[in-house]
């Protein structure tokens, strides 16, 4: 099973952008689907982007509604990292931002999963 960290949040204003990095130990990180999720304060936490693996070298990216054309989230197998790259960033983006890794792709963002401790995004406006 992976361990997860993840690291890049910081305080930005309104259209910046930031990178944000999860890096995961374990061998078969390539075989793990990984999403992204937030949590604002006083709000549940939510979805914001995943990559899949089907198989091969083949993965593919989706991402909440609220953040298409704006996230782009890609991974690098050899570092064993995922970036969620922010660009347009708005001040309700603000949240704690965690990477979730799982096998199974469809229980991402499950609590079953692996989780990193989070990573705090804060947009002003």
């Known amino acids: 099973q992976v361990q997860l960290v993840e690291s890049g949040g910081g305080l930005v204003q309104a259209g910046g952008s930031l990178r944000l990095s999860c890096a995961a130990s374990?061998?078969?990180?390539?075989?793990?689907?990984m999403g992204w999720f937030r949590q604002a304060p006083g709000k549940e936490r939510e979805f914001v982007a995943q990559i899949t693996w089907s198989g091969g070298s083949v993965y593919y990216a989706s991402y909440a509604d609220s953040v298409k054309g704006r996230f782009t989230l890609s991974r690098d197998n050899a570092m064993s990292t995922v970036y969620l790259q922010m660009n347009s960033l708005k001040p309700e983006d603000t949240a704690v931002y965690y990477c979730n890794a799982n096998r199974d792709s469809r229980l991402l963002g499950s609590p079953g999963g692996t989780w990193g401790q989070g990573t705090q995004v804060t947009v002003s406006s």
């Open positions: 374990g061998r078969t990180f390539s075989m793990y689907h």
